[in-house]
T-cell receptor, first 116, second 115 residues
Framework: DTGVSQDPRHKITKRGQNVTFRCDPISEHNRLYWYRQTLGQGPEFLTYFQNEAQLEKSRLLSDRFSAERPKGSFSTLEIQRTEQGDSAMYLC??????????????FGAGTRLSVL | DQQVKQNSPSLSVQEGRISILNCDYTNSMFDYFLWYKKYPAEGPTFLISISSIKDKNEDGRFTVFLNKSAKHLSLHIVPSQPGDSAVYFCAASAARGSTLGRLYFGRGTQLTVWP
């Protein structure tokens, strides 16, 4: 069990550029989540996959954001035409589907995005 | 719309004493509650959880209490140790409804345990 892995750990980009983050969940976990955390706030839900199916998206996920999990394993989160307001920590989490009554999610270390 | 609230941004406790972190929620559909601990430059680490069918869950030095009628939960750490110094997040989820799967987090409480 190597835990949830996120790459890169830090990303600095200029406004208007596109960025892509990768998340590798714990190997047997079939659920994968993306959250965003800004200073002084708790993580806020962005989107959620069960296997390769994207089941839920927050209204925080504007049309500049897209997430994929093509083979039900790793996931990517892309932000197009970045804005300074996109600067945040992007967290990925995974969980095992035994029952949603025990929704324990395990988090990666996050990707810190800075948009200049 | 903050459905999970942690009203104390910080708490300072002496080593060996009890730390009590509080959390309130507004959504009666929440039926599973979790506490996460977060160190700087790391992701949140799962600490302990409780189902709404229980009112107490204990794991070593950590105990979570749930008062459903008051929509309130608390995390007790006894005895507190300097290594417990971190930000603690309360989170909640619902097994039914349109928000299935997502966790709702409070803003966190910075716990500092001093020698």
């Amino acid at each position: 069990d190597t835990g949830v892995s996120q790459d890169p750990r830090h990303k600095i980009t200029k406004r208007g550029q596109n960025v892509t983050f990768r998340c590798d969940p714990i190997s047997e976990h079939n659920r994968l989540y993306w959250y965003r955390q800004t200073l002084g706030q708790g993580p806020e839900f962005l989107t959620y996959f069960q296997n390769e199916a994207q089941l839920e998206k927050s209204r925080l996920l504007s049309d500049r954001f897209s997430a994929e999990r093509p083979k039900g394993s790793f996931s990517t989160l892309e932000i197009q035409r970045t804005e300074q307001g996109d600067s945040a920590m992007y967290l990925c989490a995974s969980s095992l589907r035994d029952t949603l009554a025990k929704n324990i999610q395990y988090f990666g270390a996050g990707t810190r995005l800075s948009v200049l | 719309d903050q459905q999970v609230k942690q009203n104390s941004p910080s708490l300072s406790v002496q080593e060996g004493r009890i730390s009590i972190l509080n959390c309130d929620y507004t959504n009666s559909m929440f039926d599973y509650f979790l506490w996460y601990k977060k160190y700087p430059a790391e992701g949140p680490t799962f600490l302990i959880s409780i189902s709404s069918i229980k009112d107490k869950n204990e794991d070593g030095r950590f105990t979570v209490f749930l008062n459903k009628s008051a929509k309130h939960l608390s995390l007790h750490i006894v005895p507190s140790q300097p290594g417990d110094s971190a930000v603690y997040f309360c989170a909640a989820s619902a097994a039914r409804g349109s928000t299935l799967g997502r966790l709702y987090f409070g803003r966190g409480t910075q716990l500092t345990v001093w020698p």
